[in-house]
């Protein structure tokens, strides 16, 4: 299409006709006004300070625009950069892992006592049971690290970096099924349709790498399917669509749709997006919906994934020393260890928010050989991450995470044998982990009753744990606010506090 092709089709263009009508002496002032005021604040400030580096403020969507600049300031001094989130999907019993018991030992098989449930409900699974036969772990524990922090036998290689690790043993959920906690732990609502975490950081903070999506979510291809993970979960509910998470797959197409069709080359491509902009810009000067813009920038991004995506997603360059750290399912493409080097490759790239999903925790019976299997297929490489992170000089400000949705009961689901029990699902006290940029290396906080059922020092409710998140991105969970429906939403709800008491 020629030059003069183009002006032909803007001069006939009912669409182009209406914005020469529309744009009155008032409406140009004010678009011009706004837009030279954003310039001087971008030369003093940076546009990579106030919109990430190699960001491109939008300037097509005026009126936002002074919102926007304000949003993405920092609010404080953030410790993270990065964070990589390890969600162990299913729930990890707290008792094989990190919540140590010992007295259960002489409790075994005696009901939970009325004292301490104090009438809290169950699920449908357990609720019929005619007793709640109480059980110890069969693995044994033993103390690792300065603080001699008591951790299972099950995580050996995680019990070499205990020093590194900030443990909480008190976190708390009202939700007590998979998937509205998990959903609760992921957008801050049992209920879905809100924006994810890594949504959240992406509207707020922007990115800071222009060739590769803020969000990226890794699914562990070798692990349990007993619960489904829906897409919603990283998804960016009343947010621009462009800060949803963009899942990367194992195999030869990554990210689905990128790659060129058959006998079409990059060049036709190139050719072809331009027209598309040329439309959608039309499209977008008379209609002026963001979601035009969002729609511009994802396909300009998809554009330049085609270079980027097979450089990261490529691991033949690492050396034998690398799979050897993080285990020998690390040459196995979509395996959870070849997702944790993956991860660490894409924090390396300045990704901002990259999640990595790990399914099949859900061990309600055939606990013991469950769980250790799981174990198994994590311990090293989560190990092997936080090391790899460290000795990189990426640890100081890429924050690490580790945790499901809820914890496990401390009595049995269903038959109970001295080798062989299950744990139902356990809302009230549960175990995650954090490590790196901000939070106290080598710490364990919180402690719950000596049946890991009640909290009795120092609770963190979920939203406490995403108010901390964000604090240490910068973000005060409480300002960043997007208005939907006629209020404004945040992450936290009207909820949440930072626990104060474990940053460093």
Not at 121 to 126: C, F, K, V, Y
Not at 342 to 364: I, M, N, P, S
């Amino acid at each position: 299409m020629s030059h003069h092709h183009d002006d032909e089709f803007r001069l006939h263009s009912p669409e182009f006709n209406k914005i020469h009508q529309s744009l009155d002496r008032r409406r140009f002032l004010t678009k011009t006004s706004l837009g030279l005021g954003a310039l001087a604040i971008g030369s003093i400030f940076g546009a990579d300070k106030l919109f990430g580096s190699g960001a491109k403020p939008a300037t097509t969507n005026v009126p936002n625009l002074e919102e926007d600049i304000l949003r993405a300031l920092p609010h404080i001094a953030p410790k993270a950069k990065r964070v990589v989130y390890l969600f162990m999907s299913g729930g990890p019993s707290q008792f094989e892992t990190f919540d140590y018991k010992p007295k259960l030992v002489d409790l075994a098989g005696k009901d939970l006592p009325d004292s301490v449930r104090k009438g809290q409900r169950l699920t449908g699974m357990s609720a019929n049971q005619s007793a709640l036969p109480m059980v110890p772990s069969i693995y044994k524990f033993n103390q690792h690290g300065r603080n001699n922090t008591w951790v299972s036998e099950l995580l050996p290689h995680t019990a070499k970096v205990v020093d590194d690790l900030c443990i909480v043993k008190s976190i708390y959920s009202e939700a007590i099924n998979h998937d509205p906690a998990i959903t609760f732990f992921q957008t801050g609502n049992q209920l879905p349709g809100r924006p994810s975490i890594g949504s959240w950081v992406s509207y707020g903070l922007g990115s800071d790498n222009n060739n590769l999506p803020t969000f990226i979510v890794l699914v562990s291809k070798n692990a349990p399917k007993d619960q489904p993970l829906y897409a919603r979960l990283w998804g960016n509910g009343f947010l621009a669509s462009k800060h949803q998470g963009v899942q990367f797959r194992s195999g030869k197409d990554p990210v689905l749709f990128l790659n060129n069709p058959e006998g079409y080359d990059g060049t036709d491509r190139k050719e072809m997006l331009g027209y598309l902009t040329k439309l959608n810009q039309l499209q977008n000067e008379s209609f002026q919906d963001p979601e035009i813009e969002n729609r511009i920038a994802q396909y300009e991004m998809a554009y330049r994934m085609q270079t980027s995506v097979p450089e990261v997603m490529d691991t033949s360059d690492e050396p034998d020393e690398v799979f050897d750290l993080y285990g020998p399912d690390s040459r196995d493409s979509g395996s959870y260890a070849a997702n944790c080097i993956l991860a660490r490759k894409l924090l390396e790239k300045d990704v901002k928010f990259v999640q990595l999903y790990h399914q099949g925790w859900d061990q309600h019976g055939d606990l013991p050989k469950g769980i250790a299997n799981q174990c198994k297929q994590t311990d090293q490489a989560t190990a092997a991450l936080v090391t790899d992170l460290k000795r990189r000089g990426l640890l100081d400000d890429t924050l690490v995470i580790w945790g499901g949705e809820f914890g496990r009961t401390v009595y049995s689901q269903g038959k109970l044998t001295a080798n062989d029990y299950g744990r139902d699902h356990h809302p009230r006290c549960f175990t995650m982990w954090m490590a790196g940029a901000g939070v106290k290396p080598g710490i364990s906080y919180g402690e719950t009753d000596e049946f890991s059922y009640n909290i009795i020092k120092d609770p963190v409710h979920v939203h406490d744990f995403q108010a901390t998140l964000m604090h240490l991105m910068g973000v005060d969970h409480e300002r960043l606010t997007y208005k939907f429906q006629g209020r404004r939403f945040r992450l936290t709800d009207v909820h949440g506090k930072v626990v104060k008491d474990i940053l460093a």
